[in-house]
């Protein structure tokens, strides 16, 4: 891949419509694989599938919400691979990563990312129990919000998706402040790299722990939105369909306001229900 892939690819569709057919040009949500490699140890530490666009905070964000790194010091640099055996041509598709010199990342920590095609030796407490060995803290019970700022969240996030409103086909994570006013969004086709976007973001401008914002995400909330958000301090996760099972237990072990469909006026508070402040 010599140059840049954009967010978005043109392509011919059909269009059946009362009994008719026409052809025209429509957009598609770009879906292309990023590599992360680390420069020292040469490694390959994971493979995405991801939308194309804020590539080194996707990098950055991975690797600090996988507990390999822990600060924004601990990246010298961020790069686009450069296939000097083959071409010299610039690989957008390959990003390295080089840490600084007195780091020693514990890699095992990558290896959760092979449960996906094992039947076995998995569980919800196993995964809770990682992230306390990982150094996760239970997030302070600040702060308090009241409830109708959330009831304009959803639709600042629709708004703000640019793509989305092209494609149709891209999630979304956004961050806002504590009076409901977005700060940040990024979208990408995973719910999960949209996330490691935003939160790379704030790394990489040394924002920190996000202890007190607030992230939407589109869609569900799941384990993996739950842990990437504890890791990054964040205090009220919000969605606009439901969480599963262990993303709840994430929730109420970390002490993370978790809320579900969000829509119009009304929500559901599945965890830390006390940051919540009700007319009655």
Not at 224 to 233: H, V
Request: with cysteine; hydrophobic share 40%.
């Amino acid at each position: 891949m010599t140059k840049p892939v954009g967010s978005k690819t043109k392509a011919t569709v059909w269009v059946v419509e009362n009994g008719k057919m026409r052809s025209r040009l429509d957009d598609l949500t770009t879906e292309e694989p990023l590599e992360i490699r680390l420069a020292s140890p040469r490694r390959t530490v994971a493979v995405t599938m991801r939308t194309p666009g804020a590539d080194f905070e996707l990098a950055a964000g991975f690797l600090y919400t996988e507990g390999i790194i822990s600060e924004r010091q601990d990246i010298q640099r961020l790069s686009y691979c450069v296939d000097t055996e083959i071409d010299s041509e610039q690989r957008y598709n390959i990003v390295n990563v080089e840490l600084k010199e007195d780091l020693h990342p514990d890699l095992q920590l990558l290896e959760r990312h092979f449960y996906t095609s094992s039947a076995c030796g998995v569980c919800g407490k196993a995964s809770l129990e990682a992230l306390h060995l990982r150094g996760c803290s239970v997030i302070p019970p600040t702060p308090t919000v009241t409830s109708e700022i959330f009831y304009s969240l959803p639709e600042q996030l629709r708004a703000a998706q640019g793509v989305f409103k092209a494609t149709g086909g891209l999630h979304a994570a956004a961050l806002f402040d504590v009076q409901g006013q977005l700060l940040t969004l990024r979208e990408d086709v995973g719910r999960h790299n949209a996330l490691d976007k935003l939160i790379g973001s704030a790394l990489l401008s040394d924002n920190l722990p996000l202890s007190d914002r607030i992230v939407m995400v589109s869609g569900r909330s799941s384990f993996e939105i739950l842990q990437k958000c504890t890791a990054a301090g964040v205090p009220i996760v919000c969605a606009v369909s439901a969480p599963s099972s262990l993303a709840v237990s994430v929730a109420q072990e970390f002490g993370i306001t978790l809320i579900g469909f969000l829509r119009g006026e009304r929500f559901n508070v599945y965890s830390g229900v006390e940051r919540i402040v009700t007319k009655a």
